[in-house]
């Protein structure tokens, strides 16, 4: 596990663009990417556009770690926010964005997407794999959209399962525990004091993390990174 904190929710961002950056700069081979929705996300996405014009794009494969099941133009839309923030500014070909279909029927969608993943990605120890998969984390300890009443649906065999938000109901794809623990690496990007305490109960294994989905991140094949701000990290 590699904690790296920063003073503010914006140097997280400019410091997680950096690294990312090298990442795919020291690359000899193409990159593939699990995005993660969230607002830190939308300052990293601002922050490559800015300041990384030189990022080679066509060498990079873009995935959704989870998507809301709504329209590509729905406000909702991790893909949406992506297209309007980064996609629509940076040279990328289109043949290598690969988005799950929010509007598509979600049963559907989860088995479509995660054929997908089997013939896009490359694989290794039987189970396809991300060279990187960016994951936020809710003031619940969920992840991607895998919510402590449904843990379960991490330990599923399939690449991607229903999620339902436990508050709105709202239906989501996500990808599964399999693939966030088989990728290269595993970027957690952590902001804000409503996230100290539980950041504080995984990383310790205190109190009740094991009932949080964040908790069970632990790539075998790669490393965990935490991109954290001062205020995230603050109980640590």
């Not at 919510?147 to 991490?154: K, V």
Request: glycine content about 10%; charged content about 20%.
């Amino acid at each position: 596990m590699n904690i790296k904190t920063y003073p503010s929710k914006q140097e997280v961002a400019e410091q997680f663009s950096k690294w990312l950056s090298e990442l795919i700069t020291s690359s000899e081979n193409p990159v593939h990417i699990a995005l993660s929705g969230g607002s830190t996300p939308k300052i990293v996405f601002e922050e490559l556009v800015r300041n990384y014009s030189g990022i080679d794009w066509p060498g990079v494969h873009l995935y959704w770690g989870d998507e809301r099941c709504v329209p590509p133009g729905d406000a909702d839309s991790n893909y949406g926010m992506t297209a309007g923030l980064l996609l629509s500014k940076i040279e990328i070909p289109g043949e290598n964005i690969h988005r799950i279909k929010g509007e598509n029927d979600p049963a559907e969608e989860a088995v479509r997407y995660g054929a997908l993943l089997e013939e896009k990605l490359p694989e290794g120890n039987g189970v396809p794999r991300f060279d990187l998969v960016i994951l936020g984390m809710g003031d619940d300890g969920h992840t991607a959209s895998v919510f402590p009443h449904e843990i379960d649906l991490w330990a599923s065999e399939q690449n991607c399962e229903v999620a339902i938000h436990p508050d709105t109901g709202q239906k989501r794809i996500t990808i599964t525990g399999k693939l966030v623990n088989n990728a290269e690496a595993v970027a957690f990007l952590v902001t804000g004091s409503g996230k100290a305490e539980k950041v504080r109960e995984i990383i310790h294994h205190e109190g009740g993390y094991a009932t949080y989905p964040a908790s069970l991140v632990a790539p075998s094949a790669g490393t965990l990174y935490w991109f954290m701000d001062e205020d995230a990290a603050n109980l640590l």
